[in-house]
């Protein structure tokens, strides 16, 4: 299920061409927004892919790439919140919360990012995986995984979803920059060989 849908067409490497990116500026409060119709045929197994290239580097204040919350507030977000100023983290309230060491500067640089959950599996770093343009990361300046069989609601039947901001008390922190070929996989851990693969300069 891709989430965005635009003529534009952007570079991501080699000759290799994604279509359909947005631009998303923080001074527009640009966003999108839906709410889930259908129940998810997984509360506990899913997985989500996309690019993005940032545009506002250094931020005083975190950006958000997506978020979902009915009562729960989950989503990944880049920049200021703490200690992870630049770094990717992946948070649901108190139930998951990850962020990298890697630091993500380069405004010119596209990156493509899947979290893939799965709370049934036995051991606790492969209930969430992250990887980063091909690579799963290992290395968290913060990891906490989710409990064996942890429920979540984030594509839930009513559940509201927004690109490029947050909900639950934190709205109004807008990603700028752009994002493409965003996927939520319903009821599956995958990897990235799923969405990608290496040409032969190694990108």
């Not at 108190?94 to 596209?110: H, I, K």
């Not at 594509?155 to 690109?163: K, P, S, V």
Request: proline share 1%; with cysteine; charged share 15%.
């Amino acid at each position: 299920m891709s989430l965005l849908q635009n003529s534009n067409a952007i570079s991501a490497g080699g000759d290799y061409e994604i279509t359909d990116s947005l631009r998303f500026r923080s001074s527009a409060s640009a966003y999108l927004s839906t709410t889930a119709s259908t129940a998810p045929t997984s509360n506990t197994t899913g997985t989500f892919s996309f690019w993005f290239k940032r545009s506002a580097v250094n931020s005083t204040t975190e950006q958000w790439l997506f978020s979902s919350s009915i009562t729960n507030r989950m989503g990944c977000y880049i920049g200021y919140t703490g200690a992870s100023a630049d770094q990717i983290a992946l948070e649901y309230f108190n139930a998951l919360y990850l962020v990298t060491n890697q630091v993500f500067r380069d405004p010119s640089a596209w990156y493509h990012v899947i979290f893939a959950i799965d709370s049934t599996q036995a051991t606790s770093s492969d209930r969430a995986k992250m990887y980063v343009n091909g690579v799963q990361v290992t290395s968290f300046s913060y990891a906490a995984y989710p409990a064996q069989n942890a429920v979540f609601d984030w594509m839930a039947n009513g559940q509201l979803c927004r690109i490029g901001d947050c909900f639950t008390g934190y709205t109004g922190r807008y990603y700028d920059g752009y994002m493409t070929e965003f996927h939520y996989i319903d009821g599956q851990q995958l990897d990235a060989d799923d969405f990608g693969e290496t040409n032969d300069d190694g990108v």
